[in-house]
């Protein structure tokens, strides 16, 4: 049972560099999201995605694009990285209908800018 | 004003005994959720228990229990039994919006546990 499966673990990027960071969730869920965790901090949400073929910003969206064509699939796009970009992403899923939730994050990509 | 708030930056607690992680929430939804969830030195995010805001009952995974406190917007974390594995750091968590609506996730800034042999 794989879960929730982000690649790679470890990214170090220059400034100006792009990449995708990639997230599969292999338990149908329809709920999918995108967060960034500074250290010493909590999680913030960067995109998040209701289904496939929608997706919506979060709190902290800038320097970020996403898309979501399969149900599985939710990567996270990084244009023009900057050093303010460098954190632990998190892809996470959930199930969400009507009163019950339940989430599962992946194992995180730390990504450094330099 | 603090979406969620967690007063408690650091807790100990002797091992095979109970304890109480705050959490406090700001919303004027009348739907959303509250998430508490485990971080252990690895790093890995681990979901621990769920509460809706129109469950009657307090939610209870094991030995996770939430204290869910509506009128005074509480939704506090007891763990029964301390285990030394329990040893991590705690979020505690909130979604504001109806179930396939706008979503809006906010997350405190944990709690650190430390449980004592």
């Known amino acids: 049972n794989a879960g929730v499966t982000q690649t790679p673990k470890f990214r170090i990027l220059k400034i100006g560099q792009s990449m995708t960071l990639q997230c599969t969730q292999d338990?149908?869920?329809?709920?999918m999201y995108w967060y960034r965790q500074d250290p010493g901090m909590g999680l913030k949400l960067i995109y998040y995605?209701?289904?496939?073929?929608?997706?919506d910003k979060g709190e902290v969206p800038n320097g970020y694009n996403v898309s979501r064509s399969t149900t599985e699939d939710f990567p996270l796009r990084l244009e023009l990285a900057a050093p303010s970009q460098t954190s632990v992403y998190f892809c996470?899923?959930?199930?969400?209908?009507?009163?019950?939730?339940?989430?599962?994050f992946g194992p995180g990509t730390r990504l450094t800018v330099l | 004003a603090q979406k969620i708030t967690q007063t408690q930056p650091g807790m100990f607690v002797q091992e095979k005994e109970a304890v109480t992680l705050d959490c406090t929430y700001d919303?004027?939804?009348?739907?959303?959720?509250l998430f508490w969830y485990k971080q252990p030195s690895s790093g890995e995010m681990i979901f621990l228990i769920y509460?809706?805001?129109?469950?009657?009952q307090n939610a209870t995974e094991g030995r996770y229990s939430l204290n869910f406190q509506k009128a005074r917007k509480s939704a506090n974390l007891v763990i029964s039994a301390s285990q030394l594995g329990d040893s991590a750091m705690y979020f505690c968590?909130?979604?504001?919006?109806?179930?396939?609506?706008?979503?809006?996730?906010?997350f405190g800034i944990g709690t650190k546990l430390q449980v004592i042999p």
């Open positions: 996470a899923s959930s199930y969400l209908r009507g009163s019950t939730d339940t989430q599962y």
């Open positions: 338990m149908n869920h329809n709920y």
């Open positions: 995605s209701v289904g496939a073929g929608i997706t």
């Open positions: 919303t004027s939804d009348q739907s959303y959720g």
């Open positions: 509460q809706g805001s129109y469950d009657e």
């Open positions: 968590a909130m979604r504001e919006g109806p179930s396939g609506g706008y979503q809006k996730v906010t």
